[in-house]
């Protein structure tokens, strides 16, 4: 039987290799030309959302704040506004992933699906990072023609990450019951 301390490490040890993963997919889609400021697929994002289908709340959250700290490291945006307005993203999908999460579990027939949770997780990352610009650096009411193209781009961007998140843990789940009948 396994100590708590196993089960720790083993948690760890998922959490390094999630946020690892995230941190490579941040990395290149840093490169990523964008048409428009802010509009970004998000596909780190997928790596959350299977941290948290997977192995719960406090997971996710350490695989998204390890991604939005070490990606900013690497990437060189650190403290620069992109950095503020990233972890203000990433802040506000962690809340709407926890409460969209914890809703659904107490009140089963609101449950989320992967689908349900990504879209709520990525129109509230573009929503805190919209608030953050027009509040802390950009704060003219002509931002706020943007803010229609943002959010469906919010929506486009969630429903494609959620897709590839069902994917995933579909896959995921069915090498695990392949491999529990070998």
Same mark, same amino acid.
């Given at each position: 039987?396994?100590?708590?301390?196993?089960?720790?490490?083993?948690?760890?040890?998922?959490?390094?290799?999630?946020?690892?993963?995230?941190?490579?997919?941040?990395?290149?889609?840093?490169?990523?030309?964008?048409?428009?400021?802010?509009?970004?697929?998000? @596909?780190?994002?997928? /790596?959350?959302?299977?941290? &948290?289908?997977?192995? *719960? !709340?406090?997971?996710? +959250?350490? #695989? =998204?704040?390890?991604?939005?700290?070490?990606?900013?490291?690497?990437?060189?945006?650190?403290?620069?506004?992109?950095?503020?307005?990233?972890?203000?993203?990433?802040?506000?999908?962690?809340?709407?992933?926890?409460?969209?999460?914890? @809703?659904?579990?107490? /009140?089963?027939?609101?449950? &989320?699906?992967?689908? *349900? !949770?990504?879209?709520? +997780?990525? #129109? =509230?990352?573009?929503?805190?990072?919209?608030?953050?610009?027009?509040?802390?650096?950009?704060?003219?009411?002509?931002?706020?023609?943007?803010?229609?193209?943002?959010?469906?781009?919010?929506?486009?961007?969630?429903?494609?990450?959620? @897709?590839?998140?069902?994917?995933?843990?579909?896959?995921?789940?069915?090498?695990?019951?392949?491999?529990? +009948?070998?």
């Amino acid at each position: 039987m396994a100590s708590p301390a196993d089960a720790a490490d083993v948690l760890d040890r998922r959490i390094a290799g999630l946020a690892a993963v995230a941190i490579a997919i941040h990395v290149l889609e840093a490169g990523f030309p964008s048409p428009v400021p802010g509009i970004k697929p998000g @596909l780190a994002n997928v /790596v959350t959302l299977i941290a &948290l289908w997977r192995h *719960g !709340l406090a997971c996710a +959250a350490w #695989v =998204a704040g390890l991604r939005v700290l070490v990606g900013s490291l690497l990437v060189g945006s650190f403290l620069t506004p992109t950095f503020w307005l990233s972890a203000t993203g990433a802040l506000c999908a962690l809340v709407a992933l926890a409460l969209g999460w914890t @809703l659904g579990r107490a /009140v089963p027939p609101l449950r &989320l699906s992967p689908l *349900g !949770l990504s879209v709520c +997780a990525a #129109v =509230a990352h573009m929503s805190g990072q919209f608030v953050a610009a027009w509040k802390l650096f950009l704060p003219h009411d002509g931002l706020l023609v943007l803010l229609p193209v943002l959010l469906a781009a919010a929506l486009g961007f969630g429903l494609v990450s959620g @897709l590839v998140a069902l994917r995933v843990l579909t896959a995921m789940e069915r090498l695990e019951r392949e491999g529990d +009948a070998a």
